[in-house]
């Protein structure tokens, strides 16, 4: 009987010492929010306390899990979300933040009625066709097409919504929230070089069409997009590519802090790029890229980043060559008229971003930047027409630095019946421009004229604050823009305005308006509303007091998002747009010429199809209508507005690791002249991608311009004159699209 008392005894104490070594040690509360937008995330698993137990957040991202012994590993996961595995390590350890990241890889996945909706089907394309070069970046977004002219080493000529936008006129381009657009460059104004971004390190692209977003301003008529770089590198990455024309690409991208709590981080790619292309003089682009970037949170509330990029470039041309050039045989279609076409560029960036939470419903964001820029470009657009001696050959140089700050505001509100966000923002860009120079060259070497030599200052200060209603199936949001520019400059050639220079000011003040109606889990309805604007070049209206400064679009869409099977999503939307003056770049002159009113209208079709897990289909399909309103009618064509365009393409993932997909593009024929005499030739170009992934490594042959069709990349109609020729002639220019081509990649990842 003693035995027995004792033995039970014995057995209370462990049981009691046992449920005591199982009680909960500490109860953790912690947030979740999405990495890129910051928003909290509802309904995320969280498993914790070895996989025993587990809970979900809740509406604000919030979750409470009981520890019961340290080290533990928590296990945070949903749909659409790269899993997270969290150690907490003791009592002391305070962190109480987790960040996941967006990676939706289905159709299914996409929610039509989120504030993402774009950038996630986006993100989808990007999974399905990798990119290596800017220019495919660029393609990637539904309804961009891109042109280039000048050896690979130029910024893309950008068509989008009716707009030739040149360089990046009519369409604000940003890389993690920093404006790409050089204002008043010696090339066109709001030339966005995009080249200094490592294609494999950008994660998503943000992107709207039209100017109804409050924190995009100067540029953003046509529409705006900004690319998003990784937060953080999964692995680090050495990719080689060769193929035709001697073409060649390292890149390497390399974790170089990255702690288990993620708290901190941080990575660094490099890139190097040659090829001779397809011309007849050998184009000898070289092009390196170095990227960095550190993140850290420094506390719970408290985020901090710093990124740093550069990259150089030099490149010869093969130019414009006039059609009746080829057409008579005096060169060939892959010649040049001047072969010594060409340029270097470089740009440095230092970028700092900085968050605050200040409670669960209200933060800060900050962000600055400084840019050098250096552009030095050679070209020749009229050959013999102004000096039939020497040539036309003109030089363009660029120096600056630039220099960008802005701080948002963000509060949200809970109401009885939805919820309010308040969002304002301040900020400024100053382009302080050192050298602006138009000169009259010899084949590069003589300096024949110098044309115009100016330098100055460009100051853009804005503000700007919205609203975000959502209250049943209805979203609303009212916003305001402030935008204040202040332009000196100082003419060189012109003795007389120094020192002091010329000055001019301007305001534009930028309403938008838009409302989105969530009918059901499976069809939105959203029409938009805004103003907008881009900037002249300093050149322009700084001497022309009655140039205008600012002028202003106003525009409308109206559309549908539909997702009827969880395998489809179809997007159609007709919109409208009036411009008060429409810029033409004047390649031989160097400057904007403005133009008249103009006003268009249009509509877009898109479609994400993936009737299997392993088959993906998208097209863009695009038609805008565009004509000068104070023209008689005939004599009303916008020069070189897109009519028809439309781009997509076909995945498979066919077999353990295989993939095969195919793209196309077409862009449809285009008046090149107001009165529609001279048009642009239409083309079809497609491309075939075979690739193998394994976990570790993977290979890719790609097949540019499969069926090697003749196209003409771009497109132009000017005056030349050739040597031996009488009288000048007014016919298509153009640059030849790349013929077929092979490349060829492997990667390895560690």
Known sequence: MKRTKVLVAFLALAIGGLAQAQEVIEEKKMVVKDVDEKYPIRDVLVKYNHGEDHTHSREDGSFVVGIKSYPDTLTISHNGYDEVKLIVNNADDKSNLVLLQHKPQQISEVVISHNSFLTAITKVDLNKFPVNSAQDLLRKVPGLFIAQHAGGGKAEQLLLRGFDADHGTDVSVNVDGMPVNVVSHAHGQGYSDLHFVIPETVNNIDFGKGAYYMDRGDFNTAGYVDFKTYYRLNNSMIKLEGGSFNSKRILGMFNIL???????????????????????????????????????????????????????SSWNASGQIPERAVDEGIISRWGSIDPTEGGKTSRTNLQMNFKHIISSSEQIDAMAFYSKYSFNLYSDFTFYLKDKYNGDEIQQTDGRNIYGAEIKYTKNFSLRNGTLDWISGVGLKNDDIGTLQLNHVYHRDLLLDRMSDVNGMETNFHAYSGLVWRTGKWTINPAVRVDHFILNMHDLLNPDNLPSGQSKEAIRISPKLNFSYAHNDNVMWFLKTGMGFHSNDLRVVVPNKNENTLPYSIGVDFGVRLHPLKSLIITPTVWYMYLQQEFVYVGDDAVVEPSGKSRRFGADLGIRFQPLENFYLNADINYSHARFIEEEKGQDYVPLAPIVTSTGSVNWDFYHGFSLGLQYRYLGERPAVEDNSIKTKAYFVNDLILSYNRQKWGANVQLNNLFNVKWNEAQFATETQLKGEIEPITDLTYTPGSPFGVRIGVYYKF
């Open 258 to 312: 990255n702690d288990t709590s993620g708290r901190k981080n941080a990575y660094l790619a490099a890139e190097y790029n040659y090829t001779d292309g397809p011309f007849d003089v050998k184009q000898n682009f070289n092009r390196i890229n170095i990227f960095g970037k550190y993140n850290q949170w420094i506390t719970d509330n408290d985020y901090f980043n710093i990124q740093f990029s550069t990259f150089n």
